[in-house]
């Protein structure tokens, strides 16, 4: 799993010097900095969805979910920074691949990282559940995280382009 982010944050790297060459290293600097700070605005979904999937693990184990604001907000906060990386990624290498499609980025995260994360919550499991709940909760839990991540960083950012190609075709005009 490492390598392939070491693949994918080279090839970011790459793309991101090639359009800086192309469009201007201002407008490429100023792209990253907005998909960042939607990330993280979209990065809400991740957090929400890790909080959901801590609550299963203990809901599984036959205890009660325990819930208070400043450890929803901790895990809230701490898993929706992963969003600002992610949302460079998808800005620099991503987006364009993908289409601009946000659907496609989230389940593309979601594929990558549904294992990982269904192997780390059987690990804090105390019994043994049926495979196909397992598979069936776990796959549930990390489609709320990423699907919807996706689809927020997406329309976030042609929201912000398309603001942008309106104010420079007023300012062409003008």
């Not at 991101?16 to 700070?37: F, I, N, S, Y």
């Not at 009660?64 to 600002?84: D, E, K, N």
């Amino acid at each position: 799993m490492v390598y392939l982010l070491v693949a994918v944050l080279l090839l970011t790297a790459w793309q991101l010097t090639l359009r800086a060459r192309r469009e201007g290293l201002l407008r490429v600097v100023k792209g990253l900095a907005v998909a960042a700070v939607f990330g993280l605005l979209a990065g809400v979904f991740i957090g929400l969805g890790a909080r959901a999937g801590m609550a299963a693990i203990t809901f599984a184990n036959g205890g009660t979910p325990s819930i208070t604001l400043a450890g929803s907000f901790t895990v809230v906060s701490t898993f929706s920074s992963y969003g600002i990386a992610l949302g460079i990624v998808y800005e620099g290498l991503f987006r364009r691949l993908l289409r601009a499609n946000g659907l496609a980025y989230g389940g593309l995260l979601m594929l990558s990282s549904w294992y990982p994360l269904a192997q780390a919550a059987a690990q804090q499991l105390t019994g043994q559940p049926a495979s196909i709940s397992l598979v069936i909760t776990s796959g549930i839990v990390v489609a709320l995280m990423w699907l919807p991540y996706g689809l927020t960083l997406e329309a976030l950012l042609r929201r912000w382009q398309s603001r942008m190609t309106a104010r420079t075709v007023a300012n062409a005009a003008a």
